[in-house]
């Protein structure tokens, strides 16, 4: 049982940044894949990034070059970098973790793969 607490989030103007970060307690997240995804009002929960437990990454075509996903092992700690960031951005943000040894393939950009969630953190990106 893995238990995720994301923070980090607030209001932003276009163009800012953010740094939201999820603690893990119960397991340690190395032996997890992990992945944030996100919620806008009336729209489905959709992916925006994965780490792999080896640390390798995949994006959404929405984030790439903008969002970075890393990992602190010994903080068991996700973290997702939010630069350059724009008003459609804003959503409820989503840590999830899955008991997956593996490359994140298309299987886990979905919500269906992932078996933790955090509560997840609101971001408000004002234009």
């Known amino acids: 049982q893995v238990q995720l607490v994301e923070s980090g989030g607030g209001l932003v103007q276009a163009g800012g940044s953010l740094r939201l970060s999820c603690a893990a307690s119960?397991?340690?997240?190395?032996?997890?894949?992990m992945g944030w995804f996100r919620q806008a009002p009336g729209k489905e929960r959709e992916f925006v990034a994965a780490?792999?437990?080896?640390?390798?990454?995949a994006y959404a075509d929405s984030v790439k070059g903008r969002f970075t996903i890393s990992r602190d092992n010994v903080k068991n700690t996700v973290y997702l970098q939010m630069n350059s960031l724009k008003p459609e951005d804003t959503a409820v943000y989503y840590c999830?973790?899955?008991?997956?040894?593996?490359?994140?393939?298309?299987?886990?950009?979905?919500?269906?793969?992932?078996?933790?969630w955090g509560q997840g953190t609101q971001v408000t990106v004002s234009s």
């Open positions: 780490s792999s437990w080896t640390g390798t990454t």
């Open positions: 999830a973790a899955a008991a997956y040894f593996g490359p994140i393939t298309r299987e886990y950009t979905t919500t269906v793969k992932y078996d933790y």
């Open positions: 119960g397991r340690p997240i190395s032996n997890y894949a």
